[in-house]
């Protein structure tokens, strides 16, 4: 039973889809039509011991509601697990099924590319348009697309189906395992109990926002964009490069640079050039200059004979820098203070809500924040978008969170979801680093050759930014730090060591932080601490679980971050977590993890009090 089920459960693992070079934002323009999918799809999960029978009996080519008992409406984007009162949807591993119908105008058929995009799905995801395969992805938290423009009827209804699976295993990124208990005693024949080594919950759905657009049939299909300052930020120059789709070689592109109020800057033509101008606004992060986050639109215009195609690229001018002791932006020292997050909120569970975008934003700045880091995974584009704005400082991370073994397989799929990361965020100024995963077991020989590898590989794609590795091994046995630019470490002194004992904490914090840059010669920084606390509990003396606990660690931590950060090596601290999140059930987690400074609500412990007053202090301390 378990032999076969299990070559039955994996056996849709796809090839990837040809398609387009590019993954630019959806827009409208001059040239380009733009058509939310977003709202509610009707839903189906397959039998549990069955997994396969939606493509058996080929339900993407019939209504859902023909060939599953159980069809429910699901909104898009959410996740569908906190959505209904149903535990076996709410805990359900396997495939599961989306679908909608939509109309499409009959003057997009004939002159027109359409094209058919997802902000992200978890995991595996495979679609179809009226019955026709049209693309498939891998990976749960990066966009894909593909065209549709022969596989749709125009001037009438047609029907897109989804089948999507959460199923982690060896050789996902995360990784994951299916495991059969083989205890007939205790469980059922074929029961089996999907298992990962993460500590939030594996939400699933389609998480982002679906959009139909068009294009003409020569078009902008990809943009990459970099930028840098002369030494006294006089200058500044932006070299770009563009990649067009049906194109003759008689197509002429021309780009044009536009400040915020929409005034021409300066000018340029061809697909490979560059600008330069004087006293560029640059983009600082928050808290740098009193007017962070300023960013530019580079205007595109593709002319192809009677063809013509537009589209515009927010991009933020600054230089990016680094050596053994700090990170330099625009040519001055940056100090990160800031936090870990999650997409996670009640109901919605990582599906994009722009309330909850713009309150985190109101919050972050309230907090006098300059940084987060995406663990464990990359946000969605909107979120991004306000990183960009706002002139916060990101830590652009990929889902590598807890890898135990490294093979050959593993590292494809690695390499491939790091190649999607940079492919989404490399024209980001908000994006100062990559982080190539978080907290692997790095103390392993075969780390060593792996994420050498994953390094040189980044570094191929993007030569402009740092990486990193958030480690948590120890300094002594670690085998990946010798290849980052950065390291970062998590530790939980007082917490999960210590426990109670915040008399160490200074002690700690410092000889390892020290330690770290003795031996490696980096610039080194924490990006987890912190303590779990129950709002509304409180003791005095402190114990732990209480908001006093939290708070009292807090102030232990920070007194080695003044002392740390005036030694020059020790460039930021970020506080895990931002806020409550879900997590699965187990003993050592009461409703979730509880070590955020704000509640999962967004309701503030005394912990977000302290931090804010620490983060201004910093501000006026760097002043």
Known sequence: MKLCFSLIFFSKIFVAANGPQGILYPQQSESRELFSLDGVWTFAISPKFDQDIGFKNQWYRKELKKVSKYVIPMPVPSSYNDITQNATIRDFVGWVWYERTFFVPARWRGEQRVFLRFGSAN????????????????????????????QLSYGSENKVTVALNNTLTPLTIPQGRIVFPNNTDRYPPGYFIQEYNFDFTNYAGIHRPVYLYTTPRSYIDDVTVTTETSEDNYFGTIRYSILCQGCSKDAMLYTDLLDEDGANVASNFGPKNKISF??????????????PGYLYTLKIHLKDGDVEDFYRLKIGVRSLSWNSSGIFINHQKVYFQGFGK????????RGVDYSLIVKDFNLINWLGANSFRTSHYPYAEEIMDFADKNGIMVIDEIPGVGPYHFGADLLKNHLEAMKELIHRDKNRPSVVMWSIGNEPQSQKPEAAPYYSQVVNFTKLLDPTRPVTLVLSRGYFEDKAAPFLDVICFNRYYSWYSDTGHLELIQQQLLNEARNWHNKFRKPVMMTEYGAGSIAGFHSDPPVVWTEDYQTALMKEYFKGFDILRKEGFFIGEMIWNFADFGTPQGSTRVFGNHKGIFARDRSPKPAAHLLKQRYESIVTALK
């Open 342 to 349: 999650h997409e996670d909120f009640l109901i919605k569970g």
């Open 123 to 150: 995991y595996e995801t495979v679609v179809w348009i009226n019955g026709v395969k049209v693309t498939n992805h891998s990976g749960g938290y990066l966009p894909f697309v593909a065209e549709v423009t022969k």
């Open 278 to 291: 004087k006293r560029p606004k640059l983009w600082w992060p928050n808290l740098m200059h009193e007017r």
